[in-house]
C-alpha cells in the first residue's frame, strides 16, 4: 500500500537538501513533490502537478459513484416504463456505466479547477514561505524515511501520512 507522508521545510535550502536526501534513499523524482508560494523559483526541485495541487482524483471519485447509482436509476426506469420497447438488463448496465463514465469526466473538470481539500491545513504555511514536500512511498518505508529527515533536518516538521490513490506503480 502507497502513502503519501508530507513535510513542512522552513526554506528552500533545507527543501532542496531534503529532496536531495530523498533521491539517494531511493526515491524517484516523480514521488516527490514540492508545493511552494505561487512565485516562488523551486529551480530544480520537483514542482507538485495538477494532479497533487487540484481535487481532481478525490473528485472523479465522487462522481464516478454518483454518476453510475444515476445511470443505473435511469436505466431501471428506462426497463419499467411501458414504452413498447423490450430492454433488458443489459439497458441498466449501459445506462449505470454511460452514466459514471460522463459523471466521471464532469467531476474531473470540477475538481481541477478546485484546490486540493488535503492541502488546506497548509495554506497558512505555504502563504508565510514555507515548502510543502509531498513524498509516495510504500507503506514500511515511513518510518524509514521520516527518521532519516528528522535526524539531519530537525527544522522540518512531519506532517503525517494518508493512503494515496491510485497507487504508485
Aim: glycine residues 12%; negative net charge.
Amino acid at each position: 500500500m502507497t502513502r503519501r507522508i508530507y513535510f513542512l521545510a522552513p526554506d528552500f535550502d533545507c527543501t532542496h537538501k531534503i529532496v536531495d536526501e530523498l533521491r539517494a534513499l531511493g526515491i524517484e523524482e516523480r514521488h516527490i513533490h514540492v508545493l511552494a508560494k505561487r512565485g516562488t523559483p523551486l529551480e530544480d526541485l520537483p514542482e507538485a502537478n495538477l494532479l497533487q495541487k487540484s481535487d481532481f482524483i478525490p473528485a472523479t471519485e465522487r462522481a464516478l459513484g454518483i454518476g453510475g447509482a444515476v445511470g443505473a436509476l435511469a436505466g431501471l426506469i428506462a426497463v419499467a416504463l411501458p414504452t413498447g420497447l423490450v430492454l433488458g438488463g443489459g439497458a441498466v448496465l449501459v445506462s449505470a456505466l454511460a452514466g459514471a463514465g460522463v459523471g466521471a469526466w464532469l467531476g474531473g473538470m470540477v475538481g481541477m479547477n478546485v484546490g486540493n481539500t488535503r492541502l488546506k491545513p497548509y495554506e497558512e504555511a505555504i502563504e508565510r514561505g514555507e515548502f510543502l514536500i509531498l513524498i509516495d512511498i510504500p507503506k514500511e518505508r515511513i518510518d524509514e524515511i521520516g527518521a532519516a529527515i528528522k535526524k539531519h533536518h530537525p527544522e522540518a516538521e512531519f506532517e503525517g501520512a494518508e493512503p494515496i490513490l491510485p497507487p504508485m506503480p
